[in-house]
């Protein structure tokens, strides 16, 4: 198992960026599939971005493609969502996800394929 710890949220105008961030504890992170969800209040928690071992294997949902990109950084056990061109829509809180993945580097795109999560980072775009 290991604990993550979302960071880097805020307020933020329609058209801004805001980075997240996403540190995980333990030493096996190079070997987790990891993704970004969001939920907005009234809302079911939807996948934002996936990434496998390495930064060949992403997945953007649709609303995010070409203004979200999710990298990591397994040196420092992190995983970043950097949003661009924010727009209202996107208001929501943001939570990491990690599952473990010894076989391949795939990414995961389900919520239910997720064992861990953050506790969540409030994003709020203005217009």
């Known amino acids: 198992q290991v604990q993550l710890v979302e960071s880097g949220g805020g307020l933020v105008q329609a058209g801004g960026s805001l980075r997240l961030s996403c540190a995980a504890s333990?030493?096996?992170?190079?070997?987790?599939?990891m993704g970004w969800f969001r939920q907005a209040p009234g809302k079911e928690r939807d996948i934002v971005a996936a990434?496998?071992?390495?930064?060949?294997?992403?997945y953007y949902a649709d609303s995010v493609k070409g203004r979200f990109t999710i990298s990591r950084d397994n040196a420092k056990n992190t995983v970043y969502l950097q949003m661009n061109s924010l727009k209202p829509e996107d208001t929501a809180v943001y939570y990491c996800?990690?599952?473990?993945?010894?076989?391949?580097?795939?990414?995961?795109?389900?919520?239910?394929?997720?064992?861990?999560w953050g506790q969540g980072t409030q994003v709020t775009v203005s217009s």
């Open positions: 996800a990690g599952r473990l993945n010894y076989l391949n580097a795939r990414y995961y795109s389900r919520l239910e394929e997720y064992a861990d």
């Open positions: 333990g030493r096996t992170f190079s070997r987790y599939a």
């Open positions: 990434i496998g071992w390495s930064a060949d294997s992403t």
